[in-house]
């Protein structure tokens, strides 16, 4: 399985674009990366995910680097809702592996 | 459409009791997983099954912990003994196409 690198914490302002950043240099050609949030006292949810070209939803944009060992989940506008812990993951076959995330803090 | 459903929300037993956790994924969807997170961690896969066979067992501690899915739906985890170190969130998630969904969680606290 892929190992994948965040940072810890990162801190927005309310209403600024958030670009959280991972690593994940050891995926696979067939390797999907997803991103998942988890918000106090709950299950992650979905975020969004990709292969190779940029992807957007509701949600967030997802940026791929053209290598695929790096990419960057944007959200446009951060709201005190965005605040939560960011999960990026490399899925092969439905095989899910979560490192510690990156806990992001909106500041009003 | 329901979500995944998850019971007891939380469970407070001694160290060397038993627990047991269910889990009813959503309708349809095939694969099914157990996730333990310690506070402050990222979620552990622990098992993940396929309808009613497991695909990846290689992190559950089998001397402990057990899981079954019965017909392909509902799984149950069980921990016996529990131990200190078994104090967690165990999350069970489901999904169909590659987009994973989690219930919210059942809270174990090992005394």
């Known amino acids: 399985d892929a190992k994948t690198t965040q940072p810890n914490s990162m801190e927005s302002n309310e209403e600024e674009p958030v670009h959280l950043p991972c690593n994940h240099s050891?995926?696979?050609?067939?390797?999907?990366i997803h991103w998942y949030r988890q918000l106090p006292s709950q299950g992650p949810e979905y975020v969004i995910h990709?292969?190779?070209s940029n992807v957007n939803n509701r949600m967030a944009s997802l940026a791929i680097a053209e290598d695929r060992k790096s990419s960057t989940l944007i959200l446009h506008r951060a709201t005190l809702r965005d605040a939560a812990v960011y999960y990026c993951?490399?899925?092969?076959?439905?095989?899910?592996?979560f490192g510690t995330g990156t806990s992001l803090t909106v500041i009003p | 459409e329901a979500g995944v459903a998850q019971s007891p929300r939380y469970k407070i037993i001694e160290k060397r009791q038993s627990v047991a956790f269910w889990c009813n994924p959503i309708?349809?969807?095939?694969?099914l997983y157990w996730y333990q997170q310690i506070l402050g961690q990222g979620p552990k896969l622990l098992i993940q099954?396929?309808?009613?066979?497991?695909?990846?067992d290689s992190q559950l501690p089998k001397d402990r912990f057990s899981a079954e899915r019965l017909k392909g739906v509902d799984s149950t985890l069980k921990i016996q003994p529990a131990k200190l170190e078994d104090s967690a969130v165990y999350l069970c998630?489901?999904?169909?196409?590659?987009?994973?969904?989690f219930g919210e969680g059942s809270r174990l606290t090992v005394l």
């Open positions: 990709g292969l190779t």
């Open positions: 309708s349809g969807h095939a694969t």
């Open positions: 998630a489901s999904t169909l196409h590659g987009e994973l969904f």
């Open positions: 050891t995926i696979s050609g067939t390797d999907y």
């Open positions: 993951t490399a899925n092969t076959g439905n095989q899910f592996y």
């Open positions: 099954f396929q309808n009613n066979g497991v695909v990846d």
